[in-house]
Nanobody, 127 residues
């Protein structure tokens, strides 16, 4: 059974940093597109960041550009989301997702294009 396991969430003050990790179990995800999404209470799930299957391209939501960085470590089969200068509006449950190869940049932003999801990790930013 394939699972994506997120970790690293928590409570942090505005301006602080957190690093989320996503480690799949059951198979290697080096041949998958990997993404991060988030969902705040009462809101739809929204795209945060993604890294292409080739690991040569990254994509970010406008709201996190310059503050968040997605990266991977093949040796550990792990994808990270480094979050700096956190704001209260970043408060949400963050989900890791894996999907196939995409040929249009717009494909990375759509949750339904991803096949596998983690259980989510809570990030709370206090003002």
């Amino acid at each position: 059974q394939v699972q994506l396991i997120e970790s690293g969430g928590g409570l942090v003050q505005a301006g602080g940093s957190l690093r989320l990790s996503c480690a799949p179990s059951g198979r290697t995800f080096s041949s998958y597109t990997m993404g991060w999404f988030r969902q705040a209470p009462g809101k739809e799930r929204e795209f945060v960041a993604a890294i292409s299957r080739s690991r040569t391209s990254t994509y970010y939501a406008d709201s996190v550009k310059g503050r968040f960085t997605i990266s991977n470590e093949n040796a550990k089969n792990t994808v990270y989301l480094q979050m700096n200068n956190l704001k209260p509006e970043d408060t949400a449950v963050y989900y890791c997702a894996a999907g196939p190869t995409y040929y249009s940049s717009s494909d990375y932003y759509i949750p339904n294009n991803y096949n596998y999801w983690g259980q989510g990790t809570q990030v709370t930013v206090s003002s």
